[in-house]
């Protein structure tokens, strides 16, 4: 069974930094893509960033030049790094991993959620 460990969630300075981290265990496989959505309440969730297995990124417009994601394909780990927090960055933010394999299966795996609160 596939579970996804979230970590480094919780208060930073406008301005700070913070570092999330998700592993997931319980895969064979390399996902083929890993990241990071948030969520306030009363809106959708949204893209953060993603990686892809050959470490290709996608950056939303809001974080793009502030947060760097990066992976361990061996581990299975995702890390966000994430520097100039803004108070709208306060969410809470759930790692994702997309398992693709050559049979044609697909699947999602979500995190449990980390708040994020960026406020002096």
């Known amino acids: 069974q596939v579970q996804l460990v979230e970590s480094g969630g919780g208060l930073a300075q406008p301005g700070g930094s913070l570092r999330l981290s998700c592993t997931a265990s319980?895969?064979?496989?390399?996902?083929?893509?890993m990241g990071w959505y948030r969520q306030t309440p009363g809106t959708q969730r949204e893209l953060v960033a993603t990686i892809t297995s050959s470490l290709s990124t996608i950056y939303s417009d809001s974080v793009k030049g502030r947060f760097t994601i990066s992976r361990d394909n061996a581990k299975n780990t995702v890390v966000l790094q994430m520097n100039s927090l803004k108070p709208e960055d306060t969410a809470v933010y759930y790692c994702?991993?997309?398992?693709?394999?050559?049979?044609?299966?697909?699947?999602?795996?979500w995190g449990q959620g980390t708040q994020v609160t960026v406020s002096s």
């Open positions: 319980g895969s064979i496989f390399s996902f083929y893509a």
């Open positions: 994702n991993a997309d398992l693709r394999l050559a049979s044609g299966f697909r699947s999602d795996y």
